[in-house]
C-alpha cells in the first residue's frame, strides 16, 4: 500500500482556513490524503468585526468559528508551532500541558501564521498601548473605555479628567479609523449612564504618520471619511507621529514630510493608547531559513517558496518576489484569494497536473466609520454614507462562513439600533492604574 500524502497547513486565520476547506473538498473521497491543520487558537477570528466587539456592538462570541466545525475533514492541533524544518519536512509544536514537543512530518505544507502587531521598537509604547488584533485585545479595550468612564465620572480634579476622557488611536488606516469610530460612538451612547461628563469631554484623537487617512481609498471617499469623522467629534492628526507614551502622555512630533511650521514635540495627555499602526511577520518566520522581505516569506506566482517544492506560504505571511510585479496590501480578500490557488496547486502536484499563477481580480474596499455611516469603493463606483455602511455589513456577514453566527451578528447589530450600549465591564482588568492604588493624596468629596 502507497503511503499517505500528509498535508499541514500552519495557522488558523482567514488564509489557513480558506486552504483546508479547500483541500478538504477536492480530496473528500480520497484516504490516501492525511489533512492537518495547526493553530494557537481554536477557532476563526472574524477581525473586520473586531472594533465592534471592543464597542459592544457585537457579543465577542459571535465573531469566532470553531475550526472543529468549519474543518470537519481534517486533524486539528491547538498547539503553538515552535520551529518549521523545510530541510527535514517537519514542523514542531509546543503547548501541551505536560511541556511536551509534538513533531509533526508533511509531505505538504502551507504556511499561513498571520503577522502581530509592529511597534517600530517602541519598547515604552508597547508596554503601556492597548491593540486590536486578538479578541482578548478587543475586550480589554472595552473594559479600558469602561473604566475611564467609572473613575471620571466622580473625579474632582479636571487636568485628570480630561486625560481619563482622552483616547488616542495611532493609524490611520481601516483597522485605526474604524475602532476610534468604534470607540467614540460607544462612549457618546454611554454617556446616558454617565451624568458628571458632557460630550464636549470625550475627546477622541486619530494619529496618522501620513498626510491622509485611509491609504489606497479613493480621494474622494477619503475626504468624506475624514470630514465626516471630525463631524462626529473625532480629531485628526495627519503627518504626526508617536514617538512616545509613557502609560499617561503621548508624545507626538510632526513627520518629516510635513509642511507645518511647529517641529517640536507635543504632548498629549492620555492614559489609553490603541496602537494599530502597523503590522509585522510572526516571530517564528522572521528567524527561519526562508527567504524573507520585510519579515514576510519571498513565494513565487505559484505562491510556493523556491527553493522548497511544496511548501506554500499565503496570507499577510507571504509576499511576491521582487521581480513579479504583483504587490498587494494584506487583506483578509487577498489571504482568501492566496488560499484558494496554493489548495488548486496542491491538488495539480498531487495529481502530476500543471500548476496555476496567482491572478488577482481586486473586488473593491469598504470601511464604516461610526454613526452608521461608511465608504465603499466596489466595480469602479463608489458610495458614501448609511448606503455604504449597508453594503459593508452586509458584504461581511456574507463573507462569515457559518449561517447561525451570521445570523446572531444580524442580531447584535439590530438590537443595538434599539437599546443603549450594555456598560458592565467583563471581570478581569488590564494595565491597572497603579497611581490610583498609591493615595498619594485624598480628595475630599463628601
Ligand atoms: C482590527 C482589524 C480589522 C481588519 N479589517 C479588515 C477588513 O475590514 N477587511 C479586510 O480585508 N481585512 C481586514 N483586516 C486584515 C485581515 O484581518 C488580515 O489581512 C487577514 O486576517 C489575514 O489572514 P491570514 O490568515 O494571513 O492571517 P491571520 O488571520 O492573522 O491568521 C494567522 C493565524 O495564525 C495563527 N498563528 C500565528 N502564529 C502562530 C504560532 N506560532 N503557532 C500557532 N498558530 C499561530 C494565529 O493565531 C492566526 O490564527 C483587519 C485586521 C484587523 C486586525
Avoid at 492628526?237 to 509613557?246: A, P
Amino acid at each position: 500500500m502507497e503511503p499517505k500524502k500528509r498535508i499541514l497547513i500552519l495557522g488558523g486565520g482567514f488564509a489557513g482556513v480558506d486552504c483546508t476547506r479547500m483541500l478538504e473538498k477536492y480530496f473528500q473521497n480520497r484516504d490516501e490524503i492525511e489533512i492537518t491543520l495547526v493553530s494557537d487558537d481554536n477557532f476563526l477570528l472574524f477581525t473586520p468585526m473586531l472594533p465592534q466587539v471592543a464597542s459592544g456592538t457585537v457579543t465577542p462570541r459571535h465573531i469566532v468559528m470553531p475550526l472543529r466545525s468549519l474543518c470537519k475533514k481534517s486533524r486539528i492541533y491547538e498547539l503553538v508551532i515552535r520551529d518549521i524544518d523545510p530541510v527535514n519536512k517537519h514542523v514542531t509544536l509546543e503547548g501541551t500541558p505536560e511541556k511536551r514537543g509534538v513533531r509533526i512530518h508533511y509531505d505538504y505544507l502551507v504556511i499561513a501564521l498571520g503577522s502581530e502587531t509592529n511597534f517600530f521598537g517602541l519598547q515604552n509604547v508597547e508596554k503601556h498601548s492597548f491593540t486590536m488584533k486578538t479578541l482578548a485585545d478587543a475586550l480589554s479595550l472595552r473594559n479600558r473605555l469602561i473604566d475611564m468612564l467609572e473613575q471620571a465620572e466622580n473625579e474632582t480634579r479636571e487636568e485628570l479628567k480630561q486625560r481619563l476622557l482622552t483616547f488616542v488611536v495611532v493609524g490611520g488606516g481601516f483597522a485605526g479609523v474604524e475602532t476610534a469610530g468604534e470607540i467614540n460612538d460607544f462612549l457618546h451612547d454611554a454617556l446616558n449612564y454617565y451624568h458628571n461628563i458632557n460630550k464636549v469631554d470625550i475627546n477622541v484623537i486619530i494619529i496618522e504618520a501620513l498626510s491622509s487617512i485611509l491609504p489606497g481609498f479613493n480621494k474622494k471617499l477619503v475626504k468624506f471619511a475624514h470630514n465626516k469623522l471630525e463631524k462626529n467629534g473625532i480629531k485628526i492628526l495627519l503627518d504626526t507621529i508617536v514617538s512616545s507614551f509613557d502609560g499617561k502622555i503621548v508624545i507626538v512630533k510632526k513627520s518629516a514630510k510635513s509642511t507645518s511650521t511647529v517641529k517640536s514635540k507635543i504632548s498629549i495627555p492620555s492614559y489609553t493608547l490603541v496602537w494599530a499602526a502597523g503590522v509585522t511577520p510572526v516571530e517564528i518566520i522572521k528567524k527561519s531559513i526562508f527567504k524573507t522581505m520585510k519579515g514576510q516569506i519571498i513565494v513565487n506566482e505559484f505562491l510556493e517558496i523556491p527553493n522548497f517544492s511544496g511548501v506554500f506560504a499565503i496570507g499577510d505571511c507571504s509576499r511576491f518576489d521582487e521581480s513579479i510585479n504583483k504587490s498587494y496590501p494584506p487583506t483578509a480578500q487577498l489571504a482568501e484569494a492566496h488560499a484558494k490557488l496554493a489548495a488548486y496547486n496542491i491538488k495539480q502536484i498531487i495529481n502530476n497536473n500543471e500548476k496555476k499563477k496567482f491572478e488577482y481580480n481586486w473586488k473593491g474596499q469598504s470601511a464604516i466609520i461610526g454613526k452608521r455611516s461608511g465608504i465603499t469603493e466596489v466595480m469602479g463606483c463608489t458610495v458614501t454614507g448609511f448606503l455604504a455602511w449597508l453594503i459593508w455589513i452586509n458584504y461581511y456577514l456574507s463573507k462569515m462562513p457559518n449561517l447561525e453566527k451570521r445570523l446572531r451578528v444580524w442580531l447584535d447589530w439590530n438590537i443595538d439600533l434599539f437599546f443603549r450600549r450594555d456598560i458592565s465591564r467583563y471581570g478581569f482588568k488590564r494595565n491597572v492604574l497603579k497611581e490610583y492604588q498609591e493615595l498619594d493624596e485624598v480628595d475630599d468629596v463628601w
